[in-house]
């Protein structure tokens, strides 16, 4: 990996625009346009590019000078939380897509104390919306 012409060092700075930049002797164009935010999304707002039903998507919160953005995985319509959108169609590919195999977490917090029943059914396969879901780690 080079700098310039020179052996690149781990923590060296580089600049994209004003330096040239090789990676295993292939040249990084200067011109990437790609983008990725981090949104904090909030109740209400549905996981999708478009609505056929009229309801705010998560493009929605996005300036309209950002255009072709997607999301990056699912957050659900009644749940808030961070979520990733890009204009790079392969990041957004290689990071939901199931046969990649990513770990998820999720944090939640609920009213009451669930049952045993409950816990052990997240536990097994779940059937969700005529989806198989996988087993989960559950931690109370």
């Keep these: 990996n080079h700098v310039n012409g020179n052996i690149a060092f781990i923590g060296e700075k580089a600049h994209l625009k004003n330096d040239t930049i090789k990676i295993d002797n292939q040249l990084i164009s200067k011109d990437i346009s790609y983008k990725v935010i981090l949104i904090n999304k909030p109740l209400g707002i549905i996981c999708s590019c478009k609505d056929t039903h009229g309801r705010k998507t998560v493009l929605d919160l996005l300036p309209n000078v950002l255009e072709r953005f997607v999301p990056i995985g699912r957050v659900d319509k009644d749940s808030r939380g961070a979520l990733l959108v890009s204009n790079n169609g392969l990041l957004c590919l290689k990071l939901s897509h199931p046969k990649y195999k990513h770990e998820k977490s999720y944090e939640v917090w609920i009213s009451g104390s669930p049952s045993n029943k ?7 396969v779940l059937h969700v919306n005529e989806q198989l879901i996988k087993p989960a780690i559950v931690d109370i």
Excluded: A, V, Y
Aim: hydrophobic share 30%; glycine share 0%; no cysteine.
């Design 118 to 124: 409950s816990i052990s059914r997240w536990r097994n």
